[in-house]
């Protein structure tokens, strides 16, 4: 991985990106933007399955919706993280911290992925109310993406790299 690392931290490109202020500026804004899209359609939905939010709509309709936004979101964060881990790979990749920030991501991820595949078998004209089993699924997913953000603000902060 080490080679891994250092190809992209020399790579000239991605090197001219990290050393503009205005463009390594614009991807921690991208970053961010990205963060704040991901989760927090992912988090509204969450909240609709849950019953706390979005009642006037159905879950469906409200996913539906969102959707197109987490996903939006889940590619600038990707692309724009994937830059600023290459301005400095080589330690990133060495810092535990991060590699739990990814990997904490990487399953809340799933368990919002999981959410929006359900969500058509969840919802029945029967039942006004949610699964117990959904419920539980959202409520899961609300507080990985919780602790997501926390580890996240705390990587610079820890590993001192940022």
Request: aromatic fraction near 14%.
């Amino acid at each position: 991985m080490d080679d891994f690392y250092q190809v992209l931290f020399h790579n000239s490109f991605l090197t001219y990106i990290n050393s503009s202020i205005v463009l390594s500026s614009a991807m921690e804004i991208a970053h961010f933007m990205g963060f704040m899209l991901l989760v927090g359609s992912i988090a509204i939905v969450d909240l609709r399955v849950l019953g706390v939010a979005g009642r006037n709509r159905t879950v469906a309709s409200l996913a539906e919706d969102l959707f197109p936004w987490m996903w939006t979101g889940f590619a600038f964060a990707l692309v724009s993280g994937f830059v600023m881990f290459a301005g400095d790979a080589p330690d990133f990749g060495h810092s535990w911290i991060f590699q739990v920030k990814v990997l904490w991501i990487i399953v809340a991820l799933i368990f919002g992925i999981a959410v929006q595949w359900k969500i058509s078998s969840w919802e029945s004209p029967e039942s006004a109310s949610m699964p117990i089993g959904a419920k539980l699924l959202a409520l899961i997913s609300l507080i990985l993406w919780i602790v997501a953000i926390l580890v996240s603000v705390e990587v610079p902060a820890i590993s001192g790299v940022s």
